[in-house]
């Protein structure tokens, strides 16, 4: 038996060269490079999966921010902090957009690594 590094590029696991799937992570182990371009297919999946259900969260967020404003027009404490709140939401949700793109372009290349392989 021997250890060896976890064939998942982002984990730094040392892993039995006998065990199915690194315990740290779930990369299958002394796994094909078709398995593993799929590994990393559906590892991006699933990011994207609760990317989106932090966007519906902060969506929620951003709701709650908008009728708090609804329900006090005139106090101008609670419309700065509305405000400053509201674009600390919007930065975020940036951001998951910016993440959930940068998941499908790097799915787009991996789906072209595989069409490739299966040729
Ligand atoms: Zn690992």
Redesign the pocket.
């Known amino acids: 038996m021997a250890m060896i590094n ?3 590029s982002e ?3 040392r ?1 039995s060269d006998q065990a199915v ?7 299958p182990v002394r796994t094909s490079e078709v398995d593993g371009l799929r590994f990393e297919y559906e590892k991006r999946q699933r990011r994207i999966q609760i990317l989106y259900a932090e966007l519906a969260d902060r969506n929620h967020v951003q709701d709650s921010i908008d009728e708090t404003m609804r329900r006090w027009p005139d106090n101008d404490d609670i419309r700065t902090s509305s405000l400053e709140n509201q674009r600390i939401v919007m930065d975020r949700i940036f951001e998951i957009f910016s993440s959930i793109a940068d998941a499908e372009r790097e799915m787009a290349e991996i789906q072209k690594a595989l069409d490739a392989k299966s040729r």
């Open positions: 976890c064939s998942e984990c730094n696991n892993v799937a690194c315990p740290k992570c779930g990369c």
